[in-house]
């Protein structure tokens, strides 16, 4: 199974910022929709990923005056990102390896999603008690 069924799912609209938009205003953003990092894009492309552990990190260097930097002072980049063919278990792999929580899913360029280690985590969850029940299903019919 690959990431596209996940966001069949889950849907394909994700909030993002600009490189140019206020720290601040990024915070606000995150606590206001209470998610954990967003995509950031610039004319259409994703050059970066502003999670909490960027803001914490830069808030503990430079203390309140963090707040006053812009989104491209902070932001990781380049974001690591994944397609829609990926498979749900090279998520997995890909996100423990690099201890990221968050992937973007960029297509042809194109940002289509964001999914996260949840996401991808209750999807092997679902598919693996779905098999479960198949085969004993099977088995009480046999």
């Given at each position: 199974?690959?990431?596209?069924?996940?966001?069949?799912?889950?849907?394909?609209?994700?909030?993002q910022?600009?490189?140019?938009?206020?720290?601040?205003?990024?915070?606000?953003?995150?606590?206001?929709?209470?998610?954990?990092?967003?995509?950031?894009?610039?004319d259409?492309?994703?050059?970066?990923?502003?999670?909490?552990?960027?803001?914490?990190?830069?808030?503990?260097?430079?203390?309140?005056?963090?707040l006053?930097?812009?989104?491209?002072?902070?932001?990781?980049?380049?974001?690591?990102?994944?397609?829609?063919?990926?498979?749900?278990?090279?998520?997995?792999?890909?996100?423990?390896?690099?201890?990221?929580?968050?992937?973007?899913v960029?297509?042809?360029?194109?940002?289509?999603?964001?999914?996260?280690?949840?996401?991808?985590?209750?999807?092997?969850?679902?598919?693996?008690?779905?098999?479960?029940?198949?085969?004993?299903?099977y088995?009480?019919?046999?």
């Amino acid at each position: 199974m690959t990431v596209a069924t996940i966001l069949q799912g889950k849907g394909r609209n994700v909030i993002q910022v600009r490189s140019t938009d206020s720290l601040l205003s990024a915070v606000q953003l995150l606590a206001d929709k209470r998610i954990g990092c967003v995509p950031v894009v610039d004319d259409g492309q994703v050059v970066g990923i502003l999670s909490e552990r960027d803001l914490v990190y830069r808030v503990a260097k430079d203390g309140a005056s963090a707040l006053d930097l812009t989104v491209g002072d902070v932001m990781t980049s380049p974001a690591i990102t994944i397609d829609d063919q990926t498979p749900v278990i090279h998520g997995l792999s890909l996100m423990t390896k690099r201890r990221i929580r968050h992937l973007p899913v960029v297509v042809d360029g194109e940002l289509v999603g964001l999914i996260s280690i949840g996401d991808l985590v209750k999807f092997r969850i679902d598919r693996i008690e779905s098999e479960a029940a198949a085969l004993r299903d099977y088995i009480q019919t046999a």
